[in-house]
């Protein structure tokens, strides 16, 4: 299957609500293609690292091809 776009990846990030708060305020979003290691282990295509415009939680998250979230940190 092919890989998701970045915007989509960048889409998907946002509509997962900060687990601390559970607000979809975000004052900082960054996505970047997973690292190889990441991509192997866990299936991961794209990594998004998000810091909460509410509670200033930072929070990492997974995203697979398809779109599917693999890992909440």
């Known amino acids: 299957m092919a890989k ?3 915007d989509r990846a960048e889409r998907i990030a946002r509509a997962h ?3 601390n708060c559970g607000e979809y305020s975000y004052k900082k979003l ?3 293609p997973a690292p190889a290691a990441m991509r192997d ?3 991961e295509a794209w990594h998004a690292v998000k810091i909460c ?3 200033g ?3 990492e998250l997974g995203i697979d091809d398809e779109g599917e979230i693999v890992y909440v940190s």
Request: aromatic share 0%.
């Open 4 to 6: 998701i776009s970045r």
């Open 17 to 19: 609500a900060c687990e």
């Open 30 to 32: 960054t996505v970047k």
């Open 41 to 43: 282990e866990l299936g």
């Open 53 to 55: 415009g509410v509670c």
């Open 57 to 59: 939680m930072q929070q």
